[in-house]
């Protein structure tokens, strides 16, 4: 049986149409489990910029000697004429960041009747602390420090300070 090329040619024509309107109509193929659809474009918009960042500069380092710093908590805290003032439990700064005051755990043995009063960071002296063993010197007397009233946290601070060196505070 021989058919004709007219015939021929339309039968192709006509199964090339139908498959083209099914595949036309199909849900696109969704892509594999292992991937993920892309975001819609708003998300993509969102994102990009954060691709394009620079990565952060390194950080500055600064390399101080061993001997030429050391930690202040804990230390011993002296008057001039060598009398024992207490130790230094913690540092108070203003807003800026700026070392204001310490604050000294005075008085007492052993913790027991110590009390907590503020001095002007001015009034404090680093020259002899290589070793932990060595003490901060401070520019007032003990009557002067006994006398001063108690740090209390979340109440004004009332900051001792040696004569003519204390600052106003203004936040």
């Not at 083209?20 to 474009?41: F, G, H, K, L, V």
């Not at 110590?114 to 007032?140: C, M, P």
């Amino acid at each position: 049986m021989r058919v004709k090329p007219q015939i021929a040619f339309l039968a192709i024509a006509v199964a090339a149409f139908a498959a083209a309107t099914a595949w036309a109509s199909e849900d696109p193929p969704s892509p594999p489990a292992d991937r993920n659809p892309p975001p819609p474009a708003q998300e993509q918009k969102a994102v990009a910029p954060a691709a394009t960042k620079e990565a952060a500069p390194p950080p500055s380092v600064t390399i101080i000697e061993a001997a030429d710093a050391h930690g202040v908590l804990g230390r011993d805290v002296r008057s001039p004429t060598e009398e024992g003032m207490g130790r230094i439990v913690d540092v108070i700064v203003d807003r800026a960041g700026q070392v204001r005051a310490a604050v000294i755990d005075f008085g007492g043995f052993l913790g027991v009747g110590s009390r907590k009063i503020v001095v002007d960071w001015n009034a404090l002296h680093f020259g002899r602390i290589a070793n932990k063993g060595d003490s901060i010197t401070l520019e007032l007397t003990k009557e002067q420090v006994t006398a001063a009233p108690e740090y209390k946290e979340d109440k004004p601070i009332v900051v001792l300070g040696a004569a003519g060196t204390l600052q106003p505070f203004s936040p």
